[in-house]
C-alpha cells in the first residue's frame, strides 16, 4: 500500500529535519502494524488503537451513505528535540480510488487531536481522531509518511484495522 501522493495532505514538518543528520541513499521500508500495536519511527512511537464505527461523536453526524469511525491515537516524542505535531501528518486511507483518503475531521472537543500540538523529549500527547468514510469500507489504514530534508521520503508507517 502506498501513501496516497499528489493530494493536499500536510506531512509533519518535524521529519524534514531527519536528513540534517541522517543519508538517504536507497529507498527506506515500509512499516506496517495492526491496530494497538507501537509503531516505532525516527523520532517518535505511535499507537492508533480502539477503532470503532459510531453513530455519532458529539455534534458530528455521518453524511448520507457515510459512517464516522472514531479512534484514538497516542503520540510519544522518543527524541532529545521538541516538535510541532499536526492532526494532518496521520493520513486515513479506506480504499483503493483515488478519493479514498482524508484526515481526522477537525476538533470539536478537548478530546479530540487538534490542529497542532506541541511535543516535548519524552513527553506523550493522547487524542481522538475521527474521520468520515463511506458506509461500505470495512478497513482502515492510518498511514504516516516520513520526508527527509532533501524532499525524499522516508519509510511510511501504515496502521489497520477492520471496521
Known amino acids: 500500500m502506498k501513501i496516497k501522493k499528489g493530494r493536499h495532505v500536510r506531512w509533519a514538518a518535524l ?6 543528520t541522517a543519508c538517504s541513499s536507497g529507498s527506506s521500508p515500509d512499516v506496517y502494524a495492526e491496530a494497538g500495536e507501537t509503531v516505532h519511527t525516527g523520532l ?9 464505527v459510531v453513530r455519532s461523536y458529539g455534534i458530528l453526524v455521518p453524511n448520507d451513505g457515510n459512517k464516522l469511525v472514531r479512534m484514538s491515537l ?7 528535540e521538541k516538535y ?13 480510488g ?4 482524508g484526515t481526522c475531521l477537525a476538533a470539536i472537543d478537548d478530546d479530540m487531536t487538534p490542529y497542532s500540538y506541541t511535543l516535548y523529549p519524552g513527553s506523550s500527547y ?7 468514510v463511506p458506509e ?12 527527509f530534508f532533501d524532499g525524499e521520503d522516508g519509510s511510511a508507517y501504515f496502521v489497520e484495522a477492520d471496521l
Open 15 to 20: 521529519l524534514l529535519v531527519v536528513l540534517l
Open 44 to 52: 517518535f512511537d505511535f499507537v492508533v488503537s480502539d477503532v470503532s
Open 74 to 80: 497516542a503520540v510519544t516524542n522518543t527524541s532529545d
Open 84 to 96: 510541532t505535531m499536526f492532526a494532518q501528518d496521520f493520513q486515513l486511507q479506506w480504499g483503493d
Open 98 to 101: 483515488e478519493e479514498d483518503f
Open 126 to 132: 493522547e487524542s481522538v481522531m475521527v474521520v468520515q
Open 136 to 147: 461500505e469500507a470495512d478497513r482502515l489504514t492510518v498511514a504516516y509518511q516520513e520526508k
